[in-house]
């Protein structure tokens, strides 16, 4: 069955930028929790089913941009990190496997700066995992079984404080 990534991120970030001319360079890390998951049912046992909760979602990106006036049009891109748990419902065996997958991050986004200190942004971001992580011990099941994470857009807003 299939998992899905469709639900709310909230959480933080750190940054520092710098700017030549109109070319801007910076540096990201952000944090969030997510509400990521959901439950599968085994077609042939529906008996047995699994549900993934996630913990959080990182990411530690760089981004280049170009300032025009207030307004920073920027690319960013980087490395992604998600970690969660895969809980076993019904079966002999209950067992909870880790989830940890790191992969890619890339995004566009538009920043602007509201007054000297406050700034706010829009941010589309595509975050990919190539992770498989196997089920065997779950309990009844084939050899074989298993999760794989792969991606999700994201789409969020942000506001920023500027320390000077």
């Keep these: 069955g299939a998992l899905g990534t469709n639900g709310v ?8 930028n710098y700017q030549r001319d ?3 360079f910076g540096v990201e890390a952000d944090i969030a929790a997510v ?27 760089g981004r280049v941009g ?7 049009a920027y690319g960013t891109a980087g490395v992604a990190f998600l970690s969660g748990t895969l809980s076993n419902d019904g079966a002999e065996l209950p067992n909870d496997f880790s989830v940890d997958a790191v ?3 890339a ?9 000297g200190n406050f700034s706010v942004k829009a941010e589309t971001l595509y975050v990919g995992f190539d992770d498989f992580t196997d089920l065997d011990g779950v309990g009844p099941g084939d ?3 298993g999760l794989s994470v792969d991606g999700s857009v994201i789409a969020r807003v942000g506001f ?3 320390f000077r």
């Design 9 to 16: 991120i909230a959480g933080g970030q750190i940054g520092f």
């Design 22 to 24: 109109r070319l801007v």
């Design 35 to 61: 509400d990521w998951g959901g439950r599968a049912r085994e077609a042939e046992n529906p008996s047995q089913a699994v549900t993934l909760s996630t913990d959080y979602l990182a990411t530690l990106r």
């Design 66 to 72: 170009f300032a025009h006036g207030d307004v920073l």
């Design 103 to 105: 992969g890619i991050a």
């Design 107 to 115: 995004g566009v986004g538009l920043e602007w700066a509201a007054t």
């Design 143 to 145: 050899d074989g079984d």
């Design 160 to 162: 920023n404080w500027k």
